[in-house]
Nanobody
Framework: QVQLVESGGGLVQAGGSLRLSCAAS????????LGWFRQAPGKEREFVAG????????YYADSVKGRFTISRDNAKNTVYLQMNSLKPEDTAVYAC?????????????????WGQGTQVTVSS
């Protein structure tokens, strides 16, 4: 079992940056594949970025490729999402998710553990 707590959300102007963090409990963090998802009002939840349990593989949604970077620090049991060049359409609640081993999946149903989420609002 792992518990996830996100932080780092907030209000930022278009073109600005934010770094989200997701702190995990548990002693086996390094064995979990992690993902970031987001959900805007009236829209379905969508995959943003993912990182394999080894950190060797990352995957991004086309909409954020080149602007967002996912990374992990297993010593701190934390996964990060660095978001640059933010756009109003990036406004959403961002949540991290985890699954034991496996690939980086884009389907939310492949992840077993979820955080509560953190709000990101980008003003134009």
């Amino acid at each position: 079992q792992v518990q996830l707590v996100e932080s780092g959300g907030g209000l930022v102007q278009a073109g600005g940056s934010l770094r989200l963090s997701c702190a995990a409990s548990g002693r086996t963090f390094s064995s979990y594949t992690l993902g970031w998802f987001r959900q805007a009002p009236g829209k379905e939840r969508e995959f943003v970025a993912g990182i394999s349990w080894s950190g060797g593989n990352t995957y991004y949604a086309d909409s954020v490729k080149g602007r967002f970077t996912i990374s992990r620090d297993n010593a701190k049991n934390t996964v990060y999402l660095q978001m640059n060049s933010l756009k109003p359409e990036d406004t959403a609640v961002y949540a991290c998710a985890a699954r034991r081993h496996g690939y980086v999946y884009v389907a939310a149903t492949e992840y077993y553990y979820w955080g509560q989420g953190t709000q990101v609002t980008v003003s134009s």
